[in-house]
Every structure is written in C-alpha cells, then in structure tokens.
C-alpha cells in the first residue's frame, strides 16, 4: 500500500522556520527519522520511506501555499493514488499551539493552501491534520503571525510535538483514519 503525506508550507530560506511551514517541519522530522533525503521534482521536494510494508511518499509543494492544489494533483495522479491515501499536514491559528486534529474532511477554515486543494481537487474529503499555532496576535496581525518564527517556549516543545506528528503519520498508513483519529486528535 502507498500513500502520499502532504506537508504544507513555502518555499525558501525565508519560511523555513515559521509557523505556516509546520507541514514541512513535520515532513522533515519523518524524513530524518526514516533514514531519507528530499529531492527535488515536478512541483515539490519529495522523500519515499517505508513504515511497517506501507510505501511513503513524502511531499513539499514547491508552488507556495496557496497554489498548494497543483502539486497535490500532479503527485496524487502520479502515484495513482485516491484522496483517502493522502494526508495534508497544515498549520491552524484556530488551535492552541502544538494541539493535533486529524479529520476526514473538512472546510478549508479560511487556509489558502486547503482552499487551493480543496478547488483543485473538486472536494474536501480528504484527510487532513492541522497542528495549532495559535492565535496570539492583534488585529491585522495574522499575515505576520504565520510567517513568523515560533516563540523560545514553543521552539522547546517543537521537538516533542513533531516526533508525535510522525507517529500519527505512520499511524494513518499502518491502521487508518479512523483508529488514528482516536489515538492522537488533542494530545
């Protein structure tokens, strides 16, 4: 069985470490955890892993955030792989920092990068996990707390919060959305 792992996020020295690039954070702890590299391809670095006889195909859009749908398409037909063996991993102001919620479906919650997805595949049923970031900021702050870096506290925690987004990766290619959901949504 194969399945195509999403990790949301720009492109570029510039987004490296901030907020809205958690997906290829989360990414980069499965890829440094399975032993392999990224390489760039069409529309993305990707990585293949292994997990338990599941094929993983790790995948960093190189088309920005919100153009996200491009890249999913490409790799989703590429890989001959249906919506429900894909996982988007984004970030999500509406959560508490380092809070994990996996679902099935959903709206776009105001995210670009699910938006674009979400146009590009004509659906939202697909899974996705949003990692919180929170929501400290003022008004008209928004643009500036996504693309900001994660505050000394939460830098700390970033370590213990990826290697859990890792496992709930591995999770839903080895037992499934549903039994995953029960095992890690809010820890």
Do not use: C
């Not at 996200?68 to 508490?96: C, F, Q």
């Not at 400290?136 to 000394?152: A, I, K, N, R, Y």
């Amino acid at each position: 069985m194969k399945f195509l792992l999403v990790g949301l996020g720009n492109p570029g020295a510039d987004y490296v470490r901030t907020r809205h690039n958690i997906g290829f954070m989360a990414l980069d702890a499965m890829a440094k955890e399975s032993g392999v590299s990224f390489k760039a391809d069409r529309l993305g670095d990707v990585a293949r892993a292994k997990h338990r006889g599941r094929q993983l195909v790790l995948l960093k859009p190189s088309t920005f955030m919100n153009l996200s749908g491009k890249a999913v398409r490409y790799w989703l037909d590429a890989e001959k792989l249906s919506v429900d063996r894909m996982l988007v991993i984004t970030d999500d102001l509406n959560l508490p920092f380092g809070t994990l919620r996996l679902r099935g479906k959903g709206t776009d919650g105001g995210h670009n990068g699910l938006k674009d997805i979400q146009g590009v595949l004509g659906t939202s049923a697909y899974p996705r996990l949003r990692f919180g970031v929170g929501a400290e900021f003022g008004p008209g702050g928004q643009v500036d707390h996504v693309l900001g870096s994660f505050s000394s506290s939460e830098e700390k925690a970033m370590d213990e919060r990826l290697d859990k987004v890792a496992g709930l990766m591995r999770s839903f290619a080895f037992i499934g959305l549903e039994r995953t959901m029960s095992a890690f949504n809010n820890t």
